[in-house]
């Protein structure tokens, strides 16, 4: 689609223009400060900020460093004169002396089998629960689909397959093929199994269509797990007991019930499918609730006309924390997941501020959101979404850094779930000044556009992206240090070697900064609503429409309600 740009770019040009390019073309990226971006992931990513998950020592750390930069930065607090938004939330901590058999076999806790309760229940005690295998637990009447079709699930434990059909079937028209939707999340998952009144769900790991290993299991799904604390009606609904368990002990599962994984496996991706295995489980484990409140960070440069119209920036600030079971390192510091995002919207928040303190400001408002929870499930860019600071029916788009690019410059960038709103033509124009090629990215079965904080946005219809990066290095140099960092990375998703490393070429994520940059710079001086495009999940609460005029209206029919 053609985008519409403002009548007249004030800040760069005496005369108008159409032509998006002519605009980014125009438009001056600024001169990012590397060794502040630098320090500030170190900084971050330290020992001293203890892995910074939410409700510790090193979230207090944490917001009181973003909290100063935006203020140093010269940004307002958007809560009333405050930086801090409070994020009410529960911490669930299972024991790790837990007692469970499934079909008579014993499983190990981390080892075979990771289970938690989100509930204040202080003991979970299940005796003779009846299992049942629903398949990819997916109840969706658009593609035809419910795994539950016909069965009872109250009393039961529901037993999953992690993804969807087209992950296994990419070419039979299943669901979108190999690109993963929403029903293959873990979160959609138990929600699902809570709808239907199940007692517990337990998803089969399996590293391919999960896109990660169980070490990615074990190390987020243990200890304290954080939630937002649930109006209680929603929260008497939720299964009682959660979890994972490993294919290798799925399968014995199966064998003690006389059936086999593989073969129900294929059968589920070809239909809708529910067995019972006439096996019963038992569970039994104590069980600790504690009520606290956790922050996003988040402030606002005003807009210099459409002060109401919101721009937003989001970036998580938590990571996994420290792990007192684990000998030698314990720190799980998130250098790249996230503390390399969240000094990414500082360094764009910096300089949109010193432009506006030059006398070019931006016609309107960007606010800048450090969500707490990310790794949790997505908590405070819940909040924010549900309780949002500005009224998300005056939000035009979210951008959104989650793990800047370590590996180099690329020839191509990224955009996360490609082809779902006209926002991302902004970012493609933004791509094409720095000679760069807009892409989807190489494995969308990892359901990477569920997976970030843009996703609460877009759930009530606003236009979120999440994007950067490449797969294809601009040179030669550029892709034997690729090879190199990968290789030194390799494994450190969610563990302790994602630590801070002074050889990293930040030269790409820089280059990232700028893509973000021009596209918010392009969008804030003009009037355009970009929505959802036809045939995605989301068209439907801010559709995509070319104005007839030249000068773009606001939407109609855009809406705060979300999606149901």
Known sequence: MRLLLPACALIILSACSQNPTEIHTALNTPEFNETRFRQDIQTLSSDAFEGRAPTTRGEQLTL???????????????NDGSYLQSVPMVSYTASEQQQVSLAGITMHYRQDIVLSSRHDNQQVNIKDAPLVFVGYGINAPEYQWNDYQGVDMRGKIALILVNDPGFALPDSGKFTGKAMTYYGRWTYKFEEASRQGALGAIIVHDTQPAAYPWSVVENSWTGAQQDLVLDSATQAQRVQVEGWITQTNAKALFDAAGLSLATLTDRAASGP??????KTADIAFANQATYTNSYNVVATLPGSQ???????????????????S??????????????????????????????????????RSLTFVATTGEE???????????????PLTNTVAVFNLDSTNIYGRTSDYTIVGKGKSELESYLATAASTQQRIAVSESRPEAGGFFRSDHFSFAQYGVPAVFAGGGNEPADEASKAYRASMKEKMKGCYHNVCDEYRADWDLSGALQDLGVYYQAAQTLANSDDWPGYYPGTE???????????????????????????
């Open 376 to 390: 949790q499930g997505l908590l405070g860019s819940r909040y924010y979404a549900a309780n949002p600071l500005y």
């Open 306 to 324: 459409a002060k109401a119209e919101q721009i937003l920036f989001t970036a998580h600030w938590d990571h996994i924390g420290v792990d007192a």
């Open 538 to 564: 989301f068209h439907h609460l801010r559709p995509a429409k070319t104005p007839a005029a030249n000068t773009p209206q606001r939407p109609e029919n855009v809406t705060a309600q979300g999606m149901q």
């Open 326 to 363: 684990k000998g030698g390192d314990q720190i799980y510091n998130g250098a790249l997941d996230n503390a390399s995002g969240i000094a990414g919207i500082l360094e764009i928040a910096r300089q949109f501020a010193k432009q506006a303190s030059e006398g070019n400001p931006l016609q």
């Open 64 to 78: 009181d460093y973003l909290s100063t930069a935006f203020a140093s930065a010269g940004l307002i607090g958007a």
């Open 273 to 278: 499918i529910n067995v019972a295995l006439d």
